[in-house]
């Protein structure tokens, strides 16, 4: 019985029953599911701790020898879980490192859009203030093109000459995407027109644009200049007997 009771004395010192062996193993096994990563683990130790390792392997090396199976595995699990919290800091700091990224990408990119915009419109903005000064130049070749009529060839070649001088203005303001509008005979267009006049007729129907005394202009869609037009009203019945009564 005595030596029976040494044997297992023994056994229990060593650490070598059935029941040890089984402890040991689950404690592998639940070491083995833990997910660590190394490379964020490597870069860590390496800038924000470079003693670390060193202070670690020097605190397992403070270890006696004959330190038993329990306590070194107690303390290798306990140096894993403060390096689990290393990296579970780093991945924290890097999550809101990436989100502050993202947000300043996004702020950028709106500003960049913006600034783009901002700079379209002052563009043509800049570009219809300088046509529309232009326009005026042009309405003062068309009404010299109306009143004045040449008597002799001298006057003529004078003509021609401020002619062409008008018509490559013409073009020219063509290229830059200007078109005058046709306002005659079209239903008035508070968008489009102005109406100075009104004239009562019979002859078209009522809100139309008989007669353009300032010539319109647009730039693709924008409107640079409204054009003055005169807009056909019904007559009035007491007007209509009367131009009756004069007829017969």
Do not use: W
């Not at 508070?190 to 644009?209: D, I, K, S």
């Amino acid at each position: 019985m005595a030596d029976a009771d040494n044997s297992n004395e023994q056994q229990n010192i060593d650490g070598t029953t059935p029941a040890n062996e089984a402890g040991i193993e689950e404690l592998r096994l639940e070491d083995a599911s833990t997910e660590i990563d190394l490379e964020a683990l490597d870069a860590e130790v390496e800038t924000q701790s470079p003693d670390a390792e060193k202070s670690l392997e020097d605190g397992l090396d403070d270890f006696p020898d004959d330190i038993s199976a329990e306590d070194a595995f107690a303390a290798e699990a306990g140096a894993r879980s403060v390096l689990q919290q290393q990296v579970d800091s780093l991945k924290a700091q890097l999550e809101d490192r990436t989100g502050q990224f993202a947000r300043l990408t996004a702020d950028f990119d709106n500003f960049r859009k913006r600034t783009a915009t901002e700079r379209e419109n002052l563009e043509v903005q800049v570009k219809c203030n300088t046509i529309t000064n232009l326009l005026e130049v042009v309405d003062n070749f068309e009404r010299a093109r109306s009143h004045i009529k040449p008597q002799n060839d001298g006057e003529m070649a004078i003509h021609k000459s401020y002619q062409g001088v008008y018509k490559q203005l013409v073009e020219a303001l063509k290229k830059l995407g200007v078109s005058p509008m046709r306002c005659e005979g079209q239903e008035f267009d508070p968008n489009l027109h102005e109406a100075v006049m009104r004239e009562p007729t019979n002859q078209y129907p009522e809100g139309t644009v008989i007669d353009e005394l300032v010539r319109g202009y647009v730039l693709g869609e924008r409107v640079l200049r409204h054009a003055m037009v005169k807009v056909a009203t019904p007559l009035d019945a007491s007007t209509e007997n009367g131009e009756s009564s004069s007829e017969s």
